[in-house]
């Protein structure tokens, strides 16, 4: 099964702008995609990359409902090196794909965070990231323990 097939099942939908896949998990399936930064329609995708394992996605979910965006936005606020990792991050993210004005997630204003998914998708393509290896690290575990979480 090819790659673009294994991300639209996981997504439970066809990826849109689907470029590359960026990180593989431990099993050697897709977990985070690289975008391209506009879909096939012309529309401008968020972000560069895209978290596609079904396992992180749910744990950031988790995360982001238990109140994650907020605290580590306060977090990046008051904690001059994690703020200065997202800035440094957003900046990363516009030399990327300068044809769009956003940095990760497609954020356009400085400080707060938007997802912490794209957050999480961006620190396992680009390591060094602290803010995001720091929203990870509150992922146990990080992958899957015994199998890949992704059918088939």
């Not at 939908?13 to 990180?23: D, E, I, S």
């Not at 988790?62 to 990792?85: D, H, I, Q």
């Amino acid at each position: 099964m090819d790659d673009r097939s294994v991300v639209e099942r996981q997504l439970g939908r066809k990826p849109r702008a689907f470029k590359r896949v960026a990180v593989r998990c431990p099993y050697g399936r897709p977990a985070v995609t690289e975008q391209e930064p506009f879909d096939d329609s012309g529309e401008p995708f968020p972000t560069t990359f895209w978290l596609t394992c079904p396992h992180l996605v749910a744990a950031l979910a988790r995360l982001e409902a238990a109140g994650g965006v907020e605290r580590f936005g306060r977090l990046a606020a008051e904690e001059p090196e994690l703020g200065a990792s997202v800035e440094e991050a957003h900046e990363e993210q516009r030399r990327l794909r300068p044809d769009l004005p956003g940095g990760v997630g497609g954020q356009t204003r400085t400080g707060g965070l938007k997802c912490l998914h794209a957050h999480a998708a961006f620190a396992l393509a680009r390591p060094g990231y602290a803010l995001g290896e720091r929203i990870l690290a509150e992922v146990e575990p990080l992958w899957p323990e015994r199998e890949c979480c992704t059918p088939g």
